[in-house]
């Protein structure tokens, strides 16, 4: 079982910065790929980004590439999205997954126009 807290969403203005921070409770949090999704007011949840387990690899959605910087620190235990050139249709719920299968509660990104 591993448990995940993201931190680090609010509300910035279009154009802006933010650095969302996902820490894991398990010590095998090296062995897993790592990923962000998101999910806006009556929308699906959509995929962001991702990390293999190495931090060799990094996967983005399209929406995001070039914005969007996903990164991992394995000796902390935390998992970074770096959000620069924020826009309003980034607004949403941002949740951070472990190995595919474990979610963490999410934290809201608000961006305004």
């Known amino acids: 079982q591993v448990q995940l807290a993201e931190s680090g969403g609010g509300l910035v203005q279009a154009g802006g910065s933010l650095r969302l921070s996902c820490t894991a409770s398990?010590?095998?949090?090296?062995?897993?790929?790592m990923g962000w999704f998101r999910q806006a007011p009556g929308k699906e949840r959509e995929f962001v980004a991702a990390?293999?387990?190495?931090?060799?690899?990094?996967y983005y959605a399209d929406s995001v590439k070039g914005r969007f910087t996903i990164s991992r620190d394995d000796a902390t235990n935390t998992l970074y999205l770096q959000m620069n050139s924020l826009k309003p249709e980034d607004t949403a719920v941002y949740y951070c997954?472990?190995?595919?299968?474990?979610w963490g509660q999410g934290t809201q990104v608000t961006v305004s126009s």
């Open positions: 997954k472990a190995g595919g299968r474990y």
């Open positions: 398990s010590r095998t949090f090296s062995s897993y790929a």
């Open positions: 990390i293999s387990w190495s931090g060799a690899s990094t």
